[in-house]
């Protein structure tokens, strides 16, 4: 629960920023408003930390020029055509814009740039009432045209405007919504909620890229399971990620199975819940929540109703590797975590075979190569895919689990596991068979690599002893 007394004291806080004090100085000296706006303002009633300062005027792009400069050690003015200039004022980068009144072609997410008249005409424009919030300074001053305080009393989200014009004006709106959810732990108002559920299909104006970044900011918040279901339930989420929802699989009194999407749901947040654990304040790791996130979705493609009542998803770890990296790829991610998710995916079943019985040093060695870098987060994925609510098996894959673990912190301390190459390298092998590079060199060495997964370490003579043995063997 909001506590006001406490928030309107943080907002004076906020008014004796350093920074914040400096640049509405410079402007009050200038004849000109200034206010901290959105975010920061949210925050600060919130008591939540933030790291970005945004701040509104009335004075045009050259006139914010003109009064930073003498306050900052840098400026930039690549988004002047939209009434922004960067500064770095005591170390610290700020956005300074010129009061806003665009207007949209409802075809394109590129606004008709017009400068406003009034910070209340500009706050409205605002994607949600929480964020139309503003600090004027030095007066300390707060402005809040649209009902924002109200809105974070209740914990809602609600655009400042009818939903339909807002999100009618930018359809990324509707995917920000989901994002502060899962940010904020907010819920997302009826209307507003009604409104993306009608508009959903507009979302195609909207670039991938910008559709990913919001995706990569979601992921990254304490909770996005809220900001998925908030996707899922509005039916969002099947304009860009419809493999989500498809993980929602009828159930039928004959063929039974756990619910793959609340499955889905539980290993994220049991993932994220191990990446705290296990490595307490890092970054959060998107990579592996998405992973996390997409672990099952080929498990549609491959139900098998079998008889007798059992349902099987044989080969759904390699169908949603290659399902997953495919979604990845047109949403623009990157190649490296396009390359992770697909991996983990692909690997995520690899261990429950190990806790059938007790793996030789060979496979344990198989499984530390095949993940290669990504073995930490395939640890974490295959740990929080355990949603059991038989207790005693969860007790026991945790036990295999450990116990896995502790053979490759083993293997690791006798050899060099993450890093296995056969004893002899190409140049040897040439060298001891006579025979120039070429795929020989490459099926010599591929053989090397198999003896040394499958007995550890040979030493070169051993190596070379065996190596030709098998080129003997193969004329």
């Known amino acids: 629960m909001l506590n006001m007394a406490a ?17 509405a100085k410079a402007f009050a000296d200038a004849g000109r408003d200034l206010a901290v706006v959105g975010g920061p303002v949210r925050d600060a009633l919130l008591g939540r930390a933030t790291h970005d300062l945004d701040f509104t005027t009335d004075a045009q792009p050259d006139e914010i020029l003109r009064i930073v400069t003498p306050v900052s050690t840098t400026q930039w003015d690549i988004g002047r055509a939209f009434g922004t200039i960067g500064a770095r004022v005591q170390g610290e ?36 009432t929480v964020n139309a919030m503003a600090l004027r300074v030095p007066q300390v001053t707060l402005v809040d045209p649209t009902g924002g305080v109200e809105d974070l009393l209740a914990g809602v989200l609600r655009t400042p405007i009818d939903p339909a014009v807002s999100f009618g004006d930018d359809p990324l709106r509707m995917l920000r919504a989901a994002r502060f959810a899962a940010q ?22 909207v670039s991938a890229e910008r559709v990913q970044s919001e995706i990569v900011r979601m992921m990254q918040t304490a909770d996005p399971v809220r900001g998925i279901r908030v996707l899922v339930e509005t039916g969002l989420s099947d304009e860009f990620l419809p493999e989500i929802a498809a993980m929602k699989l009828e159930v039928d009194e004959h063929h039974h199975h756990k619910d793959v999407y609340e499955h889905s749901l539980t290993v ?9 654990e ?23 493609r491959t139900r098998k ?28 991610f990157d190649t490296a975590t396009i390359q ?17 019985g007790a793996w030789t040093d060979s496979a344990v060695r198989r499984y530390v190569r095949d993940a290669g870098d990504e073995l ?21 894959l945790a036990a295999a689990y450990d116990d896995i673990e502790a053979r490759i912190a083993e293997l690791r301390e006798q050899e060099e596991v993450d890093a296995i190459r056969p004893d002899l390298d190409g140049n040897q092998i040439q060298r001891i068979l006579g025979i120039a590079p070429g795929p020989q060199v490459g099926t010599a060495y591929r053989f090397l690599l198999e003896l040394r997964l499958d007995e550890g370490p040979l030493g070169e003579e051993e190596a070379e002893k065996r190596l030709l043995a098998w080129w003997g063997a193969q004329s």
């Open 7 to 23: 928030g309107l004291a943080r907002l004076g806080d906020l008014a004796q920023h350093p920074v914040v004090a400096t640049l």
């Open 93 to 128: 980068q700020v956005e300074i814009t010129t009061y806003r009144a665009d207007s949209y072609d409802g075809v394109t997410r590129k606004p008709v740039v017009a400068f406003g008249d009034s910070l209340e005409g500009d706050l409205t424009r605002r994607d949600f």
């Open 184 to 205: 904020l732990g907010f819920d997302v108002e009826d209307g507003t909620r009604e409104a993306i559920e009608r508009l959903r299909g507009t979302i195609e104006i």
């Open 268 to 276: 994220l947040q049991q993932a994220i819940d191990l990446e705290h």
């Open 278 to 300: 296990r490595h307490p304040g890092a970054e959060p790791d998107v990579a592996l929540r998405i992973a996390a996130l997409l672990h099952d979705i080929g498990k549609p």
């Open 305 to 332: 109703l079998e008889p007798g009542g059992a349902v099987s998803f044989y080969h759904h770890d390699v169908v949603g590797s290659r399902m997953a990296k495919k979604r990845l790829q047109k949403l623009k």
């Open 340 to 356: 992770t998710v697909g991996t983990l995916i692909e690997l995520h079943l690899r261990f429950f075979g190990y806790a059938e």
């Open 376 to 396: 930490e987060r395939l640890h974490i994925l295959t740990r929080a895919d355990v949603t059991t609510r038989n207790q005693r098996k969860a007790r026991r």
